[in-house]
Every structure is written in C-alpha cells, then in structure tokens.
C-alpha cells in the first residue's frame, strides 16, 4: 500500500549534524541547505572551522535563464576565492557557457579576476563582486540557520513506497509539511520521481519542510561542485 502522508504539524525531530559535541579548532562541521526565491532554486553545502567558514558550494537552477555552480573558500573568516561556471540565457544564441574565477586579499578586494563568456573574456564590475561577496556570505548564513532548525538538504527517488536518499538510506513514509498543489500530490502518489527537499530524517520517515525540486525519476542526484581543487591540481 503507498504511503504518502500530507500534513501540516509542526516539526519537531532534529536530523543533521549534532552540535552536543564540543567542536575544537581542528573539527570541521557540515552543514547542507537551499531555498526556492523568485524563479531560482538553490543547494547549499557548507564546511565549516570553529574560526568559521571553510569552504562552501551552491548549484542553483534559473528556470530557462540558465543554471550554475559554484565553490568558495575562506581563509581566518575572509573570502579569498570562488569559481562559478553554469549557463546563461543569451538572446539570440540561447544557452551559452560561463565561468567566473576571483581571488581575493585579506582586505576582500579582488587581486585576480576572470569572467569567460561563451569564449570571450569580459570585465567584472565592482558591484558583481560585491553581490558574489554578499551571495557567499548569504549561502553560510542561510545553511547553519537551516541547521539550528534541524533542516537539511535530503535527495534520492521515491518509487510511491519507498524513499531511497542519494546516499542509500531508505525510508517508507514521506511526510509533508506544506500544502501541495494536486498535480505534485498526483505525481508522487503514481510516479516514480527524484525529490530533493529540505527536511528532517527519523527512523522509517521523513519529514520534508519545503519541496525544492521534483523531476524524473533518471534525473541524477546533484552532488556538491569542487572547483576549485581541480583548478588547483
């Protein structure tokens, strides 16, 4: 029997990293997240140091304007590199590829900066660096939040019995905590489909706080971007 549970309780488990222990300079925390704004849904990843932030990466989809990936890196709580690559809508050509790399110094001003467009290589205007700046500080925030709320960010492919997560667990219950319309309710109940969520894990369920994408069940699970390592290698 499909089990498919619609409600509108409030969360009360915990799932995700657990801060009882007390972490020392050489723990590294993880935290995942995401978010749904405007036409823009965002996967967050965040490695973190008691000093602060480590690392971090996000892959957000723009609907028919593109999609990107990106990878930042910290150093004592400053941002001193990111490299974005994705696609962007151009009028005439359609998608085209992009990639953007920024160094930064210890006084967050950008030492080396490269912008590649379908080829041609552009300038980066201050305010684009700020709003990097701003949207990696904002990726951080936005996660470790998510976190103290007991969120985090949960794939895989439920089959209308059985939730498999992108790392093997399985579960039998999904529980919502949001009201869906009827054709994603439709779809669940009689479609194989790959679900990605912010939610909360127990033993046998989950509970998923907010739908971030829903698609075919061949749709592969999005694992966390690291750019700048190959850049390094």
């Known amino acids: 029997m499909k089990k498919l549970f619609l409600t509108c309780a409030a969360c009360v488990l915990l799932a995700g990293c657990s801060s009882s222990s007390r972490p020392t300079l ?25 000093s602060g932030p480590q690392k971090a990466s996000d892959f957000v989809l723009v609907g028919e304007y593109g999609w990107y990936q990106s990878e930042y890196r910290w150093d004592e709580g400053t941002l001193r590199e990111l490299i974005r690559q994705g696609e962007q809508r151009d009028n005439k050509l359609g998608l085209v590829p992009y ?3 920024v160094r930064f110094n210890v006084d967050g001003e950008a030492v080396y900066q490269q912008f590649r ?3 041609k290589v552009l300038p980066i205007q201050a305010d684009q660096l700020q709003r990097y700046q701003s ?3 904002m990726l951080v925030k936005k996660s470790k ?9 949960i794939q ?13 667990e399985e579960f039998s219950t999904l529980e ?15 479609v194989d489909s790959y679900v990605a969520f912010l939610g909360k894990k127990s033993s046998k369920r989950l509970e998923v706080d907010t739908l971030l994408l829903l698609d075919e069940d061949d749709r592969d699970c999005v694992t966390r971007p690291v750019l700048i390592e190959d850049e390094q290698k």
């Open 26 to 50: 050489e723990q590294f925390t993880e935290f995942t997240g995401g978010q749904m704004m405007g036409d823009a849904t965002s996967f967050y990843w965040v490695t973190e140091k008691l």
């Open 99 to 101: 990639r953007i790399h």
């Open 117 to 119: 467009l379908n080829s």
């Open 135 to 137: 949207e990696a500080d």
């Open 145 to 153: 939040q998510q976190s103290r709320d007991g969120l985090e960010l």
């Open 156 to 168: 895989g492919y439920w089959d209308g019995e059985t939730f498999e997560t992108c790392t093997g």
């Open 176 to 190: 919502f905590n949001q009201t869906l319309p009827g054709f994603v309710i439709n779809r669940l109940a009689s």
